[in-house]
């Protein structure tokens, strides 16, 4: 089976290492030329048989992957969701509904779509000025209100505000900027900020039916006001409300049209129950697939390249319910302390950790690195794994403590 990956960044690099296991020819597309450094670090060429790089004009792109006999074509991360709709619908490969692709990028698209689904979303509007914003902050007569860019991924942008001044500063500063990914921000979604325990669910589609892989519970540092996560850890699939939130991101991924993808959804559970946060059509990112398997059975990125070359066995994936789960957290690393990472003795003082099962680290020696305000200023994270969650406590607080003075930097 040939395989083409647009984007085979971030997770995207370990997808193209299971389809590689499982015997594919895999090729590669950038959906752009002009990618970020700390995004293009992530990309590993030598998993491609054939990299095509940018071809800015979908017609001929489209020629040469017919050309190529490529039999799949998938999302390695968000950047290219939109261009693997697009040449999935010239081809006619195994995609997702071409009339709701808008919707799985555009955040503001995307709660509209709920809305028409009568599936609960967070209420806000788009704005295009900072007047209008703190307009609607007033009108809403809220406490406090969250604002992120219409389209960017990794909290990027993401700010909480509990005032007008602060959500017209917020747009601002979002209108003036580019998303990670370097787009230019054409406007800003300002919206409820939802009261509730946060979860990360991450799927697999074949043909509209829907399986959970992986399910997370998020939790965030809680002295920094933009949403940067402390740590995350299994759900317990028995519990009532586990089973609501999971049955309600599969109702949410039938309204996105998502058919033949992998989906990592971001939920708040409220008191009017499960409320959608996003949706990318793509594998989650901050993991390393290889521990999850390990210490969960499954992994996301392992699931998705099973369905990918044998779609039929989306039947023999296991959901979380059916699965042995070992205690674990995923810990989010953070960086207190702006300046040159000094040497790699962090990493090995994290790899000693009595429950340490896996490290992404993300800093080179002699690397700026700034303080952490998301997934992409930060450090990296560790996967903490013990039968004993009181062990996995101690190692967590360690790393707090380590933290709390320069430990990533000069």
Known sequence: MKVAIIDGLSTGKYLAR???????????VFSRNDFPEFALRTFESDNYMHEFGYVKDDERLSDLLRTSSVDRLVAGSEPGVELVDTLNTKLRLPGNEPDTADSRRDKWKMAQRLQESNLDYPHGAQVFSPE?????YLKNNLEDAVVKPVRSAGADGVAYCQSPQQAQDAVAAILQQTNI????NQGALIQENLAGPE?????VSVDGEHRIVESWRVHHV???????????????????HIQQLHAYVKEVLTALGIRNAAGHSEVRFTRRGPVLLETGARLGGANIP?????????SQASAFADVITAPKSIHDIAEPAGRDIMPMRVVGLVNRFAGHVRSADWEDRLHSLNTAAGLHAGLEVGQYAPLTRDLN?????????SEDESAIEADFATIRRWESEPFYTV
């Open 290 to 298: 290889d521990v999850v398997r390990k210490f969960t059975g499954t």
């Open 377 to 385: 200023t930060g450090p990296g994270w560790i996967y903490l794994v």
């Open 132 to 136: 209008e914003a703190a307009e609607w």
């Open 222 to 240: 809680s002295d920094i006001n933009t949403p940067v996560f402390s740590y995350h850890e299994p759900t317990d699939p028995r519990l009532s």
């Open 199 to 203: 979860y990360i669910v991450n799927t």
């Open 18 to 28: 299971e389809l590689l296991a499982k015997g594919a020819e895999c090729y590669h």
């Open 181 to 184: 990914f370097d787009e230019p």
